[in-house]
């Protein structure tokens, strides 16, 4: 079976070699090693002075980013689960909310952002997703944070980019934090979350420190000695750090612009076959189909081609279905995808198949990644 949900993404081999090793202490110097060259390898992807490693999912990180980042008031843009997650943590720590809410294929705008702070002067800190994966849809975040920033400068701008740090080069120049999370572009199994912060985080952090298990400033102090703050997911990290060579050797842009190449060569292929982009701008971590359909076609997916993709939550049940495009996928696998789908709309009377999705994959793909 072909994994291609956005998230969790399938693991390579060589990865799940490299955790395949004895179990070893984390407070061992050979462990402090490896945590030292995976958070400096993550500091040249987040492109931020600090990267901590939390041992949760990437919501983990999120209400790290709310508790320790967030005094007074939030700011959070729902246009979809993850967006919506931003506001739930928020109140479920009784802080103060202002949410913005969009249509789950409507990216937020830096005009609305502006009045939202004008409106409400004591917001301290901004939360937005870089790609919110309930509609495949990416916010402006790099024009929204540079909006923020001209605003106030002392604004914390949080992005959620679960499904864009290793998926492209996220601008965090007016970025604070940076979250990210194991199961996504970084190939590895779920249970390790990340966050990048940024100067004046950092400072916000070491200012005042909040909460316990996820208390930044205790993680600070002890990640910057390579070691945790409680016992570590060494088999994650370990991986994540071979995860991290691989993508090295690629290297970085290379492997920026081949993830690129195969989600535009995908969204392409999908509409040269008929189908509805669901999101008004769409994120290059997976592409999103508007269709009446989508259980039914991600059934045939599953039953007959051997390929598990993702489905609609909440109002876009059964409405939609999401390819992922995050990691090492072979464009055979990408463009098996598409064939399988221009397949099913033969079998089931929508189009009379022609090869047209594997022309216009190949034709697009080849042609970006020289
Ligand atoms: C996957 C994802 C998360 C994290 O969800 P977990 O299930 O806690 O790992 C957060 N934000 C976005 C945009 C995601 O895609």
């Not at 970085?252 to 190449?261: E, N, P, Q, S, W």
């Not at 079998?347 to 594997?358: F, L, Q």
């Amino acid at each position: 079976m072909l994994l291609l949900t956005p998230g969790p993404t399938a693991v390579p081999e060589k990865i799940r070699m490299a955790m395949s090793a004895p179990t070893i202490h984390h407070r061992t110097p050979e462990f402090s090693e490896i945590f030292r060259q995976a958070r400096q390898k993550l500091s040249k992807v987040f492109g931020m002075p600090e990267v901590l490693l939390l041992s949760s999912s990437g919501t983990g990180a999120m209400e790290a980013s709310v508790t320790n980042l967030c005094r007074k008031k939030a700011l959070t843009v729902n246009a979809g689960k993850f967006g919506e997650r931003f506001g739930k943590i928020v109140k479920a720590f009784n802080l103060e909310l202002v949410e913005l809410k969009y249509e789950w294929n409507t990216p937020a705008s830096v005009k609305d952002i502006e009045e939202a702070l004008q409106n409400n002067d004591d917001i301290d800190a901004v939360f937005i997703q870089v790609c919110e994966s309930a509609g495949g849809l990416r916010h402006p975040v790099e024009e929204i944070a540079k909006a923020v920033k001209e605003f106030n400068k002392d604004i914390v701008v949080v992005a959620d980019g679960i499904t864009a740090v290793g998926v492209e080069k996220v601008d965090v120049r007016d970025i604070d934090a940076l979250i990210s999370g194991s199961q996504k572009a970084f190939m590895l199994p779920p249970g390790l979350s990340m966050i990048g912060l940024s100067p004046l985080a950092i400072k916000k952090i070491e200012e005042k420190s909040f909460g316990y298990y996820f208390n930044l400033a205790t993680e600070l102090e002890k990640q910057r000695k390579d070691t945790t703050a409680w016992t570590a997911a060494t088999t994650l990290i370990i991986g994540l750090n071979a995860m991290l060579d691989e993508i090295f050797d690629i290297g970085l842009d290379r492997f920026y612009k081949i993830t690129k190449a195969r989600s535009k060569a995908s969204l392409k292929a999908l509409e040269a076959i008929g189908f509805n982009i669901y999101p008004k701008s769409p994120a290059i971590a997976m592409s999103a189909v508007y269709n009446d359909r989508a259980d039914e076609i991600r059934k045939i997916l599953k039953q007959k081609y051997e390929v598990n993709i993702a489905g609609g939550q909440d109002h876009l049940k059964g409405k939609l279905f999401r390819i992922n495009h995050m990691g090492l996928i072979k464009p055979y696998e990408a463009s098996w995808v598409l064939n399988a789908l221009e397949m099913i709309l033969d079998e089931t009377k929508v189009r009379v198949y022609n090869g047209e999705a594997n022309r216009v994959f190949n034709e697009i793909y080849y042609k970006e990644i020289v």
